[in-house]
């Protein structure tokens, strides 16, 4: 199964910035998708990235504050513009894995802290 | 929209007793896929299995096994003779298929299982 690398792990941040999370797969891809995870929450999908279209964005969620970009079939980075205290969150990326019975496969994710 | 409901928040049990995991799902979609995934205190995602929506078979594998209702639009997972190592956020989650392939996860909000010794 594909091997994605995540970065960075963790990142304390003030509010009004921005921060740019990478993520890299061993293998091409061609959907990546982005997730968020709240304190003590569940999953929510924020946005699919196919390479060479536009991300395709989760109610609730806007390109001007999360805006992806997908370079070729192993890279995207996520962007949380703006950040707020209420987006400290986990953030995932992930790919679903190639053969007969694939799940997908997650980043270890980004703990993003926002004060 | 699709939505996956875990009405369990928390079960605590004592190991070696065996505890099941309940799913129901909603979709509008006729082909969909069910998942599971295992979140451990260390908070990385492990995936335990995928199931396709038409495929009724139940599965085994080791002491987990997953019995899949369409009629019920159940998807519950048991665990026999629990143990602390089991101990972990358990997730359901559902995805349809676009033309495109596989869709993202609509994760339920998950049930804290805490094994006690």
């Known amino acids: 199964s594909a091997v994605i690398s995540q970065k960075p792990s963790r990142d304390i941040c003030q509010r009004g910035t921005s921060l740019t999370i990478q993520c890299q797969v061993d293998s091409q891809v061609t959907m990546m998708f982005w997730y968020r995870q709240q304190p003590g929450q569940s999953l929510t999908l924020i946005a699919t990235a196919n390479q060479g279209s536009e991300a395709t964005y989760e109610s609730g969620f806007v390109i001007d504050k999360f805006p992806i970009s997908r370079p070729n079939l192993t890279f995207s980075t996520l962007t949380v513009s703006n950040m707020s205290p209420e987006d400290s969150s986990i953030y995932l990326c992930s790919v679903p894995q190639t053969g007969s019975n694939y799940g997908y496969t997650f980043g270890s994710g980004t703990r993003l802290t926002v004060v | 929209a699709q939505k996956v409901t875990q009405a369990q928040t928390e079960i605590s049990v004592v190991e070696k007793e065996d505890v099941t995991l309940d799913c129901v799902y909603e979709t509008r979609d006729t082909t969909y896929y069910l998942f599971w995934y295992k979140q451990p205190p260390s908070g990385e995602l492990v995936f335990l299995i995928r199931?396709?929506?038409?495929?009724?078979q139940n599965e085994i594998s080791g002491r987990y096994s997953w019995n899949f209702q369409k009629s019920t639009s159940s998807f519950n997972f048991t665990i026999t003779a629990s143990q602390v190592v089991d101990s972990a956020v358990y997730f359901c989650a559902l995805s349809g298929v676009s033309g495109g392939g596989a869709d993202g996860l609509t994760f339920g909000k998950g049930t804290h299982l805490i094994i006690q010794p």
């Open positions: 199931r396709n929506s038409f495929d009724e």
